[in-house]
C-alpha cells in the first residue's frame, strides 16, 4: 500500500539555526500539507500546497517558514531560524482530491530545537 | 471561531465493549468530517469519513454518525480490543483547500 514517508525521524538543532524537513507524498496525490504537533497539544494546520503553489497557511506560517516541491515527489518545510518553541512532531499529509477524501499522514518528523 | 470538542479526555473500557466518543463543533458548517486514530509518535491514520447527508457510516467494528442540526459526531467501536487502544481525533474541513482542524482527541483504553 502506498505511503507518505519523512525524513529524518528525528532532529536535533541549536536556536537560529535553519533546518529542512523532507516529505514523499503518496504519487498520484495532487495537495500537500504540513501540520504539526506540540507535545501533548492538538494536531495544527501550518500549510497546504497544490499546483506548486501555496493555497492557505494558517497563522503559524510566518515568514520563517517556507515549503518547496524541488521535484516531482519530494516536499519539503524549511524553518529559516528555529526558536525552542518550533520543538514539535511535523506532520505531512497528502490528499487524492480536494474534497470528500481523506488526508494520508507521514510517520513525522520529531523536531528539537535546543 | 470555530470550535471542536471532543468531550473526553480519556475513556477507559473493558474488552469487549463497545466504546462511544463524541465531537462537538460551534461555529462551523462542515460539508463532511473525519475520524483518525493517533497512536504515540505516530502520524494520525484515517478511519471513517462522513458526509453532511449521511446520518450513518460503518466499516467492520467501527460506526460514526453525523448530526447537523446538534453539531455532533458520534464514533463507536463496537466489541472493542486492546489493540482498539489509542487516542481518536475528530477532524472537519478547515478551508477550501481541504486542510484539516483537529479536536484534541480522546484517549481510549481497553483494558483485558
Known amino acids: 500500500e502506498p505511503e507518505v514517508t519523512q525524513t529524518p525521524s528525528h532532529q536535533v538543532t541549536q536556536m537560529g539555526q535553519e533546518v529542512i524537513l523532507r516529505c514523499v507524498p503518496i504519487?498520484?496525490?495532487?495537495?500537500f500539507y504540513w501540520y504539526r504537533q506540540i507535545l501533548g497539544q492538538k494536531v495544527e494546520f501550518l500549510v497546504s500546497?497544490?499546483?506548486?503553489?501555496?493555497?492557505?497557511k494558517s497563522e503559524i506560517f510566518d515568514d520563517q517558514f517556507s515549503v518547496e516541491r524541488p521535484d516531482g515527489s519530494n516536499f519539503t518545510l524549511k524553518i529559516r531560524s528555529t526558536k525552542l518553541e518550533d520543538s514539535a512532531m511535523y506532520f505531512c499529509?497528502?490528499?487524492?482530491?480536494?474534497?470528500?477524501?481523506?488526508?494520508?499522514f507521514g510517520p513525522g518528523t520529531r523536531l528539537t530545537v535546543t | 471561531s470555530q470550535k471542536i470538542e471532543q468531550n473526553s479526555e480519556a475513556l477507559n473500557i473493558q474488552e469487549g465493549k463497545t466504546a462511544t466518543l463524541t465531537c462537538n463543533y460551534t461555529n462551523y458548517s462542515p460539508a463532511y468530517l473525519q475520524w483518525y486514530r493517533q497512536d504515540p509518535g505516530r502520524g494520525p491514520v484515517f478511519l471513517l469519513l462522513i458526509r453532511e447527508n449521511e446520518k450513518e457510516k460503518r466499516k467492520e467494528r467501527l460506526k460514526v454518525t453525523f448530526d447537523t442540526t446538534l453539531k455532533q459526531s458520534l464514533f463507536h467501536i463496537t466489541a472493542s480490543q486492546p489493540a482498539d487502544s489509542a487516542t481518536y481525533l475528530c477532524?472537519?474541513?478547515?478551508?477550501?483547500?481541504?486542510?484539516?482542524?483537529f479536536g484534541k482527541g480522546t484517549k481510549l483504553s481497553v483494558k483485558p
Open positions: 500546497f497544490y499546483n506548486n503553489e501555496i493555497s492557505e
Open positions: 504519487s498520484n496525490h495532487l495537495y
Open positions: 477532524a472537519l474541513e478547515g478551508g477550501s483547500q481541504g486542510n484539516l482542524i
Open positions: 499529509a497528502s490528499r487524492y482530491q480536494e474534497i470528500y477524501y481523506e488526508q494520508y
